[in-house]
């Protein structure tokens, strides 16, 4: 589970500050594979190997869409659901939590690597596509560059 906080101004020109929740579950993270007819990884080396920004985009689109949810106060329930997702994408929050994976290479490999079930991190090691990433797109590796 993924907790990015958003900062923002909202359509009042007041200035907000909004955690926002992210993960996918096992069962989710099969059926994005299987769609995907890889792994994340695999997919997402294949994707910068061939230089097409706008199916990395619709990836990680794809991904913010998917595990964006509400994490309830108990810590027991994540939920998702089209109004939840809706009333994200509406909102500045969406732009700011965009803004930030798409302009920090190390902020989107953070992004994939937190959304994913905490039992399945340590399998995932995406630190290493950082610079190629970030050479062939073009894009700040850390918030520091």
């Not at 290479?105 to 610079?131: C, H, M, N, W, Y």
């Given at each position: 589970?993924?907790?990015?906080?958003?900062?923002?101004?909202?359509y009042?020109?007041?200035?907000q500050?909004?955690d926002?929740?992210?993960?996918?579950?096992?069962?989710?993270?099969?059926?994005?594979?299987?769609?995907?007819?890889?792994d994340?990884?695999?997919?997402?080396?294949?994707?910068?190997?061939?230089?097409?920004?706008?199916?990395?985009i619709?990836?990680?689109?794809?991904l913010?869409?998917?595990?964006?949810?509400?994490?309830s106060?108990?810590g027991?329930?994540?939920?998702?659901s089209?109004?939840?997702?809706?009333?994200?994408?509406d909102?500045?929050?969406?732009?700011?939590?965009?803004?930030?994976?798409?302009?920090?290479?190390?902020?989107?490999?953070?992004?994939?690597?937190?959304v994913?079930?905490?039992?399945?991190?340590?399998?995932?090691?995406?630190e290493?596509?950082?610079?190629?990433?970030a050479?062939?797109?073009?894009?700040?590796?850390?918030?520091e560059?």
């Amino acid at each position: 589970m993924l907790k990015m906080t958003a900062r923002y101004e909202d359509y009042n020109g007041e200035k907000q500050s909004e955690d926002c929740w992210f993960h996918l579950n096992k069962p989710e993270l099969i059926r994005f594979q299987a769609k995907l007819k890889g792994d994340l990884q695999f997919e997402l080396d294949r994707i910068v190997q061939k230089g097409d920004m706008d199916e990395l985009i619709s990836l990680f689109e794809e991904l913010v869409q998917m595990a964006y949810g509400e994490r309830s106060a108990d810590g027991r329930r994540f939920r998702k659901s089209p109004e939840i997702l809706q009333d994200f994408l509406d909102s500045p929050a969406y732009e700011a939590v965009f803004m930030e994976i798409f302009t920090n290479t190390e902020k989107a490999l953070e992004f994939i690597e937190g959304v994913l079930p905490k039992d399945l991190q340590e399998d995932v090691k995406l630190e290493e596509r950082s610079r190629e990433i970030a050479a062939r797109y073009g894009v700040s590796r850390s918030e520091e560059d």
